[in-house]
Nanobody
Framework: QVQLVESGGGLVQAGGSLRLSCVVS????????IGWFRQAPGKEREFVAG????????AYVDSVKGRFTISRDNARNTAYLQMNSLKPEDTAVYYC???????????????WGQGTQVTVSS
């Protein structure tokens, strides 16, 4: 069984930064792709960033390119989402997800964390 636990969310002013962490249980973390998704109130869950088992393979939604960076530390079973220059429209619950194949589609991920709230004030 694979379990994911996110942390690092909080309240920050516009222009500020946060780093989200996603700790994944299990000894096969290095073989999983990781995706970060977010869901704002009244909106559908959207893809934010993804990283393959190979750390050179990353993808971002256009709205966060140049501001967010996804990374992973396979030795620590942890994935990260560094978020800089945050905007009020980044406010959402952020989820990490894991599966064998990288995807921008949430339904293709088998394992999910519980989510962490990010609130950006103007």
């Amino acid at each position: 069984q694979v379990q994911l636990v996110e942390s690092g969310g909080g309240l920050v002013q516009a222009g500020g930064s946060l780093r989200l962490s996603c700790v994944v249980s299990g000894r096969t973390f290095s073989t999983y792709a990781i995706g970060w998704f977010r869901q704002a109130p009244g909106k559908e869950r959207e893809f934010v960033a993804g990283i393959g088992w190979n750390t050179a393979n990353t993808a971002y939604v256009d709205s966060v390119k140049g501001r967010f960076t996804i990374s992973r530390d396979n030795a620590r079973n942890t994935a990260y989402l560094q978020m800089n220059s945050l905007k009020p429209e980044d406010t959402a619950v952020y989820y990490c997800a894991a599966d064998r194949r990288a995807s921008r589609i949430s339904s293709e991920y088998a394992y999910w964390g519980q989510g962490t709230q990010v609130t950006v004030s103007s």
